[in-house]
């Protein structure tokens, strides 16, 4: 452990910051410097920032609206500049800045424009960006595959959403690194991994936000390629809502943040729930006005039906009457109840001709009310 000596004293924070500042503005002074547009935000107050990149370093840029309105159309994404400015140090932050009063766009794009415009073209060519080929996203997903890194805020926000809107929700996070140089194979590794596990029905990439360089492993072919391929409905929420990568291109959906994802991807059970009970509350009333109009209809119909059975019963009956009218008109006893009579043999057989009472034969004579034993007497 080194002592303080009596005689040193030690800087404040605000010192040496203010110091940093005084040596590097007076040690420099103003100056041009060449490299590539990155992360440019125009704010309302009309302030630009953004940041200066070539191959290896990078660089915070501020322009202040009085120097923007002179540039007039501010420079797009990833193009080559010629800045003039003075570098400084932000004491608040204690950042390395360079206040940036002059700019010069050329028509050149940037190194890392090119290649993310070149990877485009390549995934463009292959069908790989084609909106017909997204897949619908499941319903009510039960599983979801989370390929993000391990220590990120991403996973934390993806955990507390997912709780809150689905608590019966399993996730299966796939760790990997989200930047740096050995992002692009573990991430591509990741997503390779997500086809073998064969539980999940939903699979999302995520990364919190970052510069346009620290997203630049989802803007990669090999990534890209290995989301196409992933076999279940695939969510991109790299970044914040403005940046927009290769990949949220190629998956089925893209979401502006991790915490957005799950709310588009699944439902709030809550709600859910809600408009079921809702639902079951219209059902139950539709089928009690549905059972009350079918009461009422067959209520109707039983009165008409039973209407017509009386008028069809008394149309039959009165039919019935007169045929027995008729009947009974014809009958033999109406004409016996006149005075005639009918012989019948001893057999029951009707004699109707003279030659069938021979003298002495045994009859009964039949009248209107019963039967007299008679028998044929001798002519004289």
């Known amino acids: ?25 007076g ?17 309302q107050s009309g302030h630009w920032y953004f940041t200066l990149r070539d191959a290896e370093s990078q660089v915070r840029c501020t322009m202040w609206r009085t120097h923007a309105l002179r540039v007039g159309t501010p420079p797009p994404e990833g193009a080559q500049v010629f ?5 400084t140090v932000w004491e608040e ?27 485009k073209a390549t995934l463009e060519r292959d069908g790989l960006l084609d ?29 507390t959403v997912a709780r809150k809107r689905a608590p019966g929700l399993r996730l299966l996070v796939v760790g990997t690194k989200v930047q740096g140089v050995e992002a692009e194979a573990e991430i591509a590794k990741a997503l390779g991994r997500v086809n073998r596990l064969g539980v999940p029905d939903l699979c999302l990439l995520a990364r919190g936000g970052g510069s346009r360089e620290d997203l630049g492993a989802f803007n990669s072919e090999i ?5 196409a391929a992933v076999r279940i409905p695939t969510v991109s929420a790299v970044g914040h809502e403005t940046d927009l990568t290769l990949a949220d291109l190629v998956a089925d959906l893209r979401a502006p943040t991790p915490s957005a994802a799950i709310e588009q991807a699944v439902p709030d059970f809550t709600e859910v ?19 009350r109009v079918s009461a009422e209809r067959l209520a109707r119909t039983a009165d ?10 008394s149309q039959r009956r009165h039919h019935l009457e007169r045929l027995t009218a008729q009947l009974d008109a014809l009958s033999p006893l109406r004409v016996l109840e006149r005075g005639y009579g009918v012989a019948l043999s001893v057999e029951g057989r009707v004699l109707r001709r003279r030659h069938e009472f021979p003298p002495g034969l045994p009859f009964r004579l039949r009248i209107s009310d019963g039967t007299v034993p008679a028998r044929v007497e001798p002519s004289s």
């Not at 008409?304 to 019963?313: G, M, Q, V």
């Open 83 to 87: 800045v003039f400015g003075a570098p």
């Open 273 to 291: 729930a809600h408009r079921a009970a809702a639902l079951g509350t219209r059902l139950a009333g539709a089928l009690r006005r549905r059972t």
């Open 27 to 43: 040690g420099l002074g103003a100056l041009w410097v060449r490299g590539e547009i990155s992360g440019f935000k125009a704010y």
């Open 131 to 159: 909106p017909a080929r997204k897949r619908p996203l499941p319903a009510y997903p039960r599983c979801l595959a989370v390929v993000t890194s391990l220590d990120g805020a991403a996973l934390r926000d993806i955990i």
């Open 304 to 313: 008409r039906l039973e209407a017509s059975l009386t008028r069809r019963l």
């Open 93 to 119: 932050k204690g950042e390395f800045r360079f206040n940036v009063t002059e700019l010069l766009t050329t028509d050149a794009l940037g190194r890392q424009h090119r290649l993310f415009e070149k990877v």
């Open 223 to 227: 990534v890209c390629r290995a989301l």
């Open 1 to 25: 452990m080194v002592a303080i000596q009596a005689n040193e004293v030690a800087w404040s924070v605000t010192q040496l910051a203010r110091a940093s500042r005084r040596l590097i503005e």
